[in-house]
């Protein structure tokens, strides 16, 4: 039998544990990693009142951890109190219900100090010398006078040296690093007001200045530096109450997005949090203009009445329990899905940014622009013919607005074809034309049936055809079910969609949803289902991909399993999952060749059309190049 069992098996008299050894089983709990105690110091400089804040680490914080602020300071009294557990100045009238700060406990400082060398020197602006004191290893020092600025200095040495077991479970001094400089971004970003600082060893300080001035301007700023010089000119403001509770703050463009969620920041009453209830809203926001392996970037603000909120409900208050969380779900998704309409026809920058990057001569990658004669395969006028222009079917039900679909696609066009004016020609009647002066431009070309060319006042946009239509397309039919039914167009000869008996069972399942999308269809024997009408808006292709790509749309469970927090109840999430499959099917495909009439009433649309900017799958449908960008590429400046 082994010696631990062994141990157990031994009678003992229940016993009173010391006071050192209490505390450092409750360390346990406070202090996880050298994070863990830059969160805790931060957060009672914070609620002193501080307006700067300078962390210094050595070796990821094992080695020292410093935290000194300008806040209103302790006297010899509170000093003495403060090491001490369950002492604490945050909590006046004991209501544990209505909670204003982000430290109450009154456990960080006795848990640190019983684990590390704590060293606390403190002055009050009407003092006229400060008080140090010393804890080590849960030995409290007598408190005696010292020199020092109004505001407080902390300094942490050999964290876990009473406790070395719980070095093993620190991660590299890299790891632990990063781990605090993500506390100090999230806090930075809660609060703009204040001066952050951290500093290391492994080079110049992280400075996030103070704005002294509050309101969405200064916020923008600060996110600026938080979150990358790219944010701010992708970013929508954000603003919008309701019941008691207020949203404020910036999110960024669908287009604009990362591989992972450490770029949504949410605050609660000035606390930075990381809710499961507030990440699943924002998913479930961006449901539809995202895919779902990618991540938006946002800084959202939420308050309310500390008594609407619960902070103690995680010991690392990094979680929150709303009385009301259908509320504020319901808000955080109304007020995206309100700021990315208001948004209008936007796409991130940063395509535009790739984009000229790559098209920057002598830049190594997928293009390359050469300066000399050589780079050109093949000279002008040595008797190259484009080849002949392939047969298309007619759009997906696409018609420019006002007009009938009919007559889009009737005969192949000819190529768009620029040819050289006579010398001394003005052309400038010619080619001024009235659209040019849309957001989107004028359409000019088309490249490789695919891309569009447009000129706008001061520069062109690209658009991908096969994307902004499946957007457009998308957005309509949810309108048409949202103002009462999906117009249908009945097949004159119904058509016989065969597959898996498993598979009709399914549709056929699911036929009284399908049938408020325009898709009516039946049973037709074993394996087999009878489509009778599909969408207007769809009509022209294929019968069998339609009922395909719905019944895929199906068997992935649309968002029905997906991100809790979506717009809607469940089956309206179920139904946009179905229509943006329906929509990829119904759009102007790739390689279908366009007239100019038909490419300038798709840039109409896409204008009045909102979240226009990205397609159903979160990429963008367009990119925008400045006039003033492409003159630098031929060094015109």
Same mark, same amino acid.
């Given at each position: 039998?082994s010696?631990?069992?062994?141990?157990?098996?031994?009678?003992?008299s229940v016993?009173r544990?010391?006071s050192?050894?209490?505390?450092?089983? !409750?360390?346990?709990e406070?202090?996880?990693?050298?994070?863990?105690?830059?969160k805790e110091?931060?957060e &009672?400089a914070?609620d002193a009142?501080?307006?700067?804040?300078?962390?210094?680490?050595e070796?990821?914080g094992?080695? =020292?951890i410093?935290v000194?602020?300008?806040g209103?300071?302790m006297?010899?009294?509170d000093?003495?109190?403060?090491v001490?557990r369950?002492?604490?100045s945050?909590?006046p009238d004991?209501?544990?219900?209505r909670?204003v700060?982000?430290?109450?406990?009154?456990?960080a400082?006795?848990?640190?100090g019983a684990?590390a060398?704590?060293?606390i020197t403190?002055r009050r602006?009407e003092?006229?010398?400060?008080?140090?004191?010393v804890?080590?290893?849960?030995?409290?020092?007598?408190s005696?006078p010292a020199?020092?600025?109004?505001?407080t200095r902390?300094?942490?040495?050999?964290l876990f040296a009473a406790?070395?077991a719980?070095?093993?479970?620190?991660k590299?001094?890299?790891a632990?690093?990063a781990?605090? #400089? +993500?506390i100090l971004?999230? =806090?930075a970003v809660a609060?703009p007001?204040?001066r952050f600082?951290?500093r290391?060893?492994?080079?110049s300080p992280?400075?996030f200045p103070?704005?002294s001035?509050?309101g969405p301007?200064?916020h923008?700023?600060r996110?600026?530096?938080?979150l990358g010089a790219?944010f701010?000119p &992708?970013?929508?403001?954000l603003? /919008?109450?309701?019941?008691?509770?207020?949203?404020e703050g910036?999110i960024?463009?669908?287009?604009?997005?990362?591989g992972?969620?450490?770029h949504?920041h949410?605050?609660?009453n000035?606390? *930075?949090v990381r809710d499961?209830?507030?990440l699943g809203?924002v998913?479930?926001?961006?449901?539809d203009t995202?895919?779902s392996?990618r991540?938006?970037?946002?800084?959202l603000?939420l308050?309310?009445?500390p008594?609407?909120v619960?902070? &103690?409900?995680?010991?690392a208050?990094t979680?929150?329990?709303f009385?009301d *969380?259908?509320?504020?779900r319901a808000l955080?998704v109304s007020a995206?899905?309100?700021?990315?309409r208001? !948004?209008? !026809?936007?796409?991130a920058?940063?395509?535009a940014a790739?984009?000229?990057?790559?098209?920057r001569?002598?830049?190594?990658?997928p293009?390359?622009?050469h300066?000399?004669?050589?780079?050109?395969?093949?000279?002008i $006028?040595?008797?190259?013919r484009?080849?002949a222009t392939p047969s298309f079917?007619?759009?997906?039900?696409?018609?420019?607005p006002g007009?009938?679909?009919?007559g889009?696609g009737?005969?192949p066009q000819? /190529?768009?074809a620029t040819?050289l004016a *006579?010398?001394?020609?003005?052309?400038?009647?010619?080619t001024?034309e009235?659209?040019s002066?849309h957001?989107?431009?004028a359409?000019r070309?088309?490249?490789?049936?695919?891309?569009i060319?447009? @000129?706008?006042a001061?520069?062109?946009?690209?658009?991908?055809q096969?994307a902004?239509h499946e957007?457009?397309v998308?957005?309509? =039919?949810?309108r048409?079910r949202?103002?009462?039914?999906?117009?249908r167009?009945?097949l004159?000869i119904?058509d016989v969609?065969e597959?898996?008996?498993? +598979?009709?069972?399914?549709?056929i399942?699911a036929s009284?949803?399908?049938?408020?999308l325009g =898709?009516?269809?039946?049973?037709f024997?074993?394996?087999?289902?009878?489509?009778? !009408?599909i969408p207007?808006?769809? #009509?022209?292709?294929s019968v069998?991909n339609?009922?395909?790509d719905v019944?895929d749309?199906?068997?992935?469970g649309?968002?029905?399993e997906?991100?809790p927090?979506g717009?809607?109840?469940?089956?309206?999430r179920?139904?946009?999952?179905?229509l943006s499959?329906?929509?990829c099917h119904?759009?102007i495909?790739a390689?279908?060749?366009?007239?100019?009439?038909e490419?300038n009433? /798709?840039?109409?649309?896409?204008e009045?059309?909102e979240?226009?900017? @990205?397609?159903?799958? $979160?990429?963008p449908t367009?990119?925008?190049l400045?006039? #003033?960008?492409?003159?630098?590429?031929?060094?015109?400046r």
């Open positions: 039998m010696a631990p069992l062994d141990l157990l098996r031994q009678r003992a016993r544990l010391d050192i050894l209490v505390d450092r089983i !409750a360390a346990g406070v202090v996880e990693r050298p994070a863990s105690v830059v110091l931060v &009672n914070i009142g501080a307006t700067s804040v300078e962390v210094t680490i070796a990821g094992r080695r =020292l410093r000194i602020d300008d209103h300071g006297g010899p009294e000093l003495e109190l403060a001490e369950h002492a604490t945050k909590l004991g209501d544990l219900g909670i700060s982000l430290g109450f406990r009154g456990e400082l006795p848990s640190i684990v060398r704590l060293a403190s602006a003092d006229r010398e400060g008080t140090s004191l804890v080590e290893a849960g030995i409290k020092g007598r005696r020199p020092g600025p109004r505001g902390i300094e942490v040495s050999d406790t070395p719980r070095l093993k479970f620190l590299s001094d890299r632990e690093t781990a605090i #400089s +993500e971004r999230r =806090l609060r007001d204040i600082t951290l290391t060893e492994s080079g992280a400075v103070a704005e001035e509050p301007a200064a923008l700023r996110l600026g530096v938080v790219d701010p &992708n970013a929508v403001p603003s /919008l109450a309701r019941e008691g509770v207020s949203l910036h960024g463009l669908p287009t604009f997005h990362r992972a969620a450490s949504v949410f605050s609660v000035g606390r *930075p499961r209830l507030l809203a998913r479930g926001a961006y449901a995202m895919s392996d991540h938006p970037v946002l800084a603000a308050a309310c009445a008594d609407l619960d902070v &103690n409900v995680h010991p208050k979680e929150v329990r009385r *969380p259908g509320l504020v955080v995206i899905h309100e700021s990315l208001r !948004a209008g !026809a936007r796409s920058t940063t395509g790739q984009a000229l990057d790559a098209l001569p002598g830049t190594a990658g293009f390359q622009v300066s000399g004669a050589s780079a050109f395969a093949r000279p $006028g040595t008797g190259y484009p080849a079917a007619a759009p997906a039900g696409y018609h420019a007009r009938a679909a009919a889009l009737e005969a000819a /190529l768009f040819e *006579p010398p001394g020609a003005d052309l400038r009647e010619e001024a009235p659209e002066d957001p989107l431009g359409a070309a088309q490249l490789h049936e695919t891309y060319v447009a @000129q706008t001061d520069g062109i946009v690209i658009v991908d096969h902004a957007r457009l998308y957005e309509r =039919l949810k048409e949202m103002e009462g039914g999906i117009a167009q009945g004159l119904p969609v597959m898996s008996p498993a +598979e009709a069972d399914r549709l399942a009284e949803d399908l049938e408020r =898709l009516t269809l039946e049973a024997g074993p394996g087999a289902v009878l489509v009778r !009408a207007s808006a769809l #009509s022209g292709g069998r339609l009922v395909l019944l749309a199906l068997e992935a649309g968002v029905e997906g991100a927090g717009s809607g109840d469940p089956l309206t179920r139904l946009d999952a179905v499959r329906m929509s119904g759009s495909r390689g279908r060749r366009l007239r100019p009439e490419m009433a /798709l840039l109409r649309e896409m009045v059309t979240n226009s900017g @990205q397609c159903n799958h $979160g990429r367009f990119v925008t400045k006039l #003033s960008d492409i003159e630098r590429l031929f060094g015109r």
